[in-house]
């Protein structure tokens, strides 16, 4: 295969090595502000904020069913364990992980020098990354950032609108036709065909659902994290559209990791879970017709499940 290729040329990745401590300044905790309701609610819409990045135009895409997570090119104890570090973070969140073998949709590569990966094998099957049609990334800039800059981890996810009542894609796919295309209104034949039941100006019965995303990782440019604080950095881009531009600093979340690792949460921070908890438990929420909507249903969702946590109850790790 293709990609088995390309894997094969890359040279053998090193182990991941324990940080050293490093003085930093305490970004603020979702737990400090969980006892404040108005600055809680706006704290994780600043936070929603900072962090989303869907496809152009589109909203917040979440993984439907489930997903398979496939490690290559690491030690086999080291992908173990960062495949089932991402795949307990998804079945905590309600979504199947399926055993291998399964055809990987989240796949994670380790390399030496991730910006050459990253162009060649974008090079070789560009229609991995960017399918043809709109709405299913975040576009030829971002693709080049994706290829281009320096980082620690890189990903890039591809996700598709469907109708939520048939699981039909709610545009136009390459190469696809409803009918013979030719004649007077054969141009009809090129468009995808839905039928809404219940029309709104404030939802749609429209979702975005992710396919796949590539996750490449630079073993040499991880600045001492540990295998477990890489293994939830992983879970966090995998299971959501994050901007890697995002300047977080001012939260505790694990996407801080390479600015610091000794300083960054040991997993999943509480910021991290709640959005990815508020991300797919907003239920008919992820309908929002409007982008700035849904952000705001789901910075609802996470001020909401800690404002009504029940008094002694245990806050995210």
Excluded at 50 to 63: D, I, M, N, Y
Excluded at 108 to 115: G, K, L, S
Excluded at 220 to 243: E, H, I, K, P, S
């Amino acid at each position: 295969m293709i990609v088995g290729a390309l894997l094969a040329a890359v040279l053998a990745a090193q182990q991941v090595a324990p940080p050293a401590p490093v003085p930093a300044d305490d970004p603020v905790r979702l737990e400090d502000v969980v006892v404040d309701a108005r600055r809680l609610e706006a704290a994780a819409e600043e936070y929603v904020d900072l962090v989303a990045a869907p496809a152009g135009r589109r909203g917040l895409a979440r993984w439907h069913d489930g997903v398979c997570v496939g490690v290559a090119n690491l030690e086999n104890g080291v992908s173990q364990q960062l495949a089932d570090q991402v795949s307990d973070v998804a079945r905590g969140l309600g979504l199947r992980a399926h055993e291998p073998p399964c055809h990987p949709s989240v796949l994670i590569i380790a390399t030496t020098d991730a910006a050459r990966f990253a162009e060649d094998f974008v090079a070789v099957r560009p229609v991995l990354f960017r399918v043809g049609s709109p709405g299913m990334d975040r576009g030829k800039a971002a693709l080049r950032d994706f290829t281009t800059e320096e980082r620690p981890v890189r990903w890039w996810h591809v996700s598709l609108p469907i109708d939520s009542q048939t699981g039909m894609p709610v545009i136009r796919m390459p190469g696809e036709v409803n009918g013979d295309g030719v004649g007077p209104g054969a141009a009809m034949d090129y468009a995808p065909i839905t039928n809404v039941n219940s029309p709104s100006r404030l939802s749609s019965q429209y979702v975005d659902v992710l396919k796949r995303v590539f996750i490449i990782v630079d073993v040499d440019r991880l600045n001492g994290a540990t295998a477990q604080q890489l293994g939830a950095y992983l879970a966090m881009v995998a299971l959501a559209q994050v901007d890697p531009d995002a300047d977080t600093s001012q939260f505790d979340t694990i996407l801080n990791l390479f600015d610091d690792p000794a300083a960054a949460p040991p997993g999943l921070s509480g910021w991290d879970q709640a959005y990815l908890e508020g991300l797919y438990g907003s239920g008919s929420e992820s309908h929002r017709i409007n982008q700035r909507s849904q952000v705001q249903a789901v910075a609802a969702a996470i001020a909401d499940a800690y404002r009504n946590r029940p008094e002694g109850a245990s806050e995210p790790d």
